[in-house]
């Protein structure tokens, strides 16, 4: 296959996370005899320092003639956009605009715990065992869009949330569909006691639902279904939410697993797709070969699936599992460890090509074995 990638490192720990994806992706497509074309653009901070515009038009343009979008990690980490809050420009603008420019509506995001990083997790060992969901977001619409205003004297501020029956129609079809190639089930979380949103995604949802006779459906309210994230994860398969309380609930579901250095998440619209880990730009990290590539790689594995390349995706996270079984992990993982970001890197695309060659698996060796740095 070929694909042409557009790559947009971003800001922070972005360029060193997304260089290990694209080694992984590089060790692909010599192991599969795959054509992938790496072409880099500027987003966030990086973008505005060099544009005046954190999505610059020539980046905005190479990702609608690409076939899909590799995202490093844009945010308002820097210390000039973290200490000014009134910042007329600000990196997550280019996140925003970016998906409403490839029409993406829906992010999904998968929650999975690894046996050997039990440990790391804050949660008892017992309770997350075994924990394996997606959270499907709604992208366009909700709080995050509608119209905003505040006032002459500043004193009163005023968010419009506002849904339509078209935007909750299409992403619930791809909830359910993911739930019928899993455990059949969906579990709806809304306030719909309180919003008159929530009560219409209810109706939304319910009338998709007679679709999918082989799915149940289940409803929570927001507050109760964060309880449940935290007292019993494992109930859940799908998860099906508007814009605001994706964003949190997916943020709070990353703590399940340990770190949210391993969480990766997928946004979709009906032409385009991008892919990115879920983690910030962690600006204090940058250039110091400490951040955790694993979810970056996994956003590529992701990739490969939406692809079809299935048995591509299955080897690099065949490989991400080995990294963990082995402890060659960074150290939000193991404190004490020795390896870094280029290090992880390096071991899943040498695993990649290397599969059975098992001696650079000895710690010491590590390094050993064909570069795939690009």
């Known amino acids: ?70 995202l490093g990690t844009v945010g308002d980490g820097d210390p000039k956009y973290d200490n000014n809050p009134d910042a007329q420009k600000r990196p997550s603008q280019a996140v925003l605009k970016l998906r409403k420019e490839l029409g993406l509506f829906a992010n999904k995001r998968p929650i999975k715990t690894y046996a050997t990083l039990m440990h790391s997790s804050p949660l008892k060992r017992e309770i997350i065992e075994g924990t394996d969901f997606i959270i499907f977001r709604e992208l366009t619409g909700g709080i995050y869009f509608s119209d905003k205003s505040l006032n002459d004297e500043k004193n009163k501020a005023t968010d419009v949330c506002e849904y339509s029956e078209e935007e909750i129609t299409r992403i619930t079809h791809l909830a359910f569909q993911a ?12 306030k719909a006691n309180v919003l008159e949103t929530s009560r219409l995604w ?7 639902a007679y679709d999918y006779p ?32 994706g964003d949190i609930l997916s943020d709070e579901a990353s703590a399940i697993t340990g770190s949210i250095g391993l969480l990766a998440s997928a946004s979709f619209g009906t032409k385009k797709a991008l892919f990115e880990p879920i983690h910030k730009s962690f600006p204090q990290a940058k ?29 690099v996270h ?3 599992e080995k990294a963990i079984e082995y402890n060659v ?28 060659d098992l001696m650079y698996f000895n710690n010491d060796n590590v390094h050993i074995g064909q570069s795939t740095i690009v």
């Open 202 to 208: 209810r109706n939304v949802v319910q009338k998709v």
């Open 287 to 315: 250039g110091k070969n400490i951040a955790n590539p694993i979810a970056s790689i996994v956003s590529a594995a992701m990739l490969l699936e939406h692809f079809g390349l299935t048995e591509e995706a299955k080897l």
């Open 179 to 190: 739930a019928q190639k899993r455990r059949n089930k969906v579990t709806m979380v809304d």
């Open 1 to 70: 296959m070929n694909l042409k990638i557009a790559v947009l490192p971003g800001d922070g720990i972005g360029p060193e996370v997304v260089l290990q994806a694209k080694k992984a992706l590089y060790a692909i497509s010599v192991m599969f005899d795959h054509e992938f074309i790496f072409e880099d653009a500027l987003i966030g901070a990086v973008a505005i320092d060099k544009t005046g515009t954190a999505l610059p038009e020539q980046t905005l343009n190479l990702c609608l003639n690409t076939d899909v979008v590799l």
């Open 318 to 320: 065949e490989a991400i």
């Open 329 to 356: 992990v960074t150290l939000d993982l193991n404190p004490g460890t020795s390896f870094g970001t280029n290090e992880v890197g390096e071991f899943v695309s040498n695993f990649i090509l290397n599969k059975d």
């Open 214 to 245: 082989d799915v149940e459906l289940n409803f929570l309210f927001v507050d109760t279904a964060a309880m449940q994230l935290v007292l019993n994860p494992r109930q859940f398969d799908v998860i099906l939410t508007e814009n605001l309380f």
